[in-house]
């Protein structure tokens, strides 16, 4: 029972190295290609994670080669390998852990910040349009006052024009007036004259 499960988990082992750098290292061109689009739409990507992600693909093709190569010597020396599962697995972890880190940065993100700046320049668009609009209702309003100012001084100079016409012809009448009394007083003193 012992040796079967020694077997199994052998085998186990086995498909985990023969996976897990292939994995690994398409994972890594995953974040290259991410960071190439992230730049592409105007996102700025540190050159520390290019290199980083390079470095990791490097290293598992190397890991992924030597293990594909080799897999009849991993088979033989499977039980003197043993000691180092626990520090491969961790690395490994590890490493799809700062992968995933790194795919997560370059990615989500940008998309945040491509529909960010689109909002940005639909507002500083509208705000643009109202500005033009501003400035259109202050000169709207300039022509205005003009003609309100141009109106009134019409209708001031048409009072007193009105006034001076009225005033004249009230000394008119008035004058009219103080005639008619002086002609009533040469008639009345005519009619009454003694004869």
């Not at 012992?2 to 988990?9: E, R, T």
């Not at 940065?105 to 639909?122: F, N, Q, T, W």
């Amino acid at each position: 029972m012992l040796a079967v499960g020694a077997g199994v988990l052998g085998l186990r082992w086995l498909l985990l190295l023969l996976t897990a750098p292939w994995n690994l290292y398409f994972r890594a061109h995953t974040v290259l290609a991410q960071i190439a689009v992230g730049r592409e739409k105007g996102l700025v990507v540190s050159g520390e994670r290019d290199a980083e992600a390079r470095r990791i693909a490097r290293v598992m093709l190397r890991v992924a080669v030597a293990t594909g190569r080799e897999a009849g010597y991993w088979c033989a020396g499977f039980f003197l390998l043993s000691t180092a599962f626990r520090p491969a697995g961790a690395y490994f972890g590890q490493l799809r852990v700062r992968l995933g880190m790194l795919l997560r940065k370059v990615g989500y993100p940008r998309d945040d910040v491509v529909a960010l700046r689109e909002r940005v320049a639909a507002l500083e668009a509208g705000a643009s349009v109202l500005q033009d609009k501003v400035e259109e209702q202050y000169r709207a309003l300039a022509e205005l006052r003009r003609t309100v100012d141009a109106v009134g001084l019409f209708a001031h100079e048409r009072a007193e024009r009105t006034e001076r016409s009225v005033a004249a012809l009230a000394r008119e009448f008035e004058a009219t007036v103080n005639r008619l009394t002086d002609n009533e007083e040469i008639i009345t003193g005519l009619t009454t004259a003694p004869s």
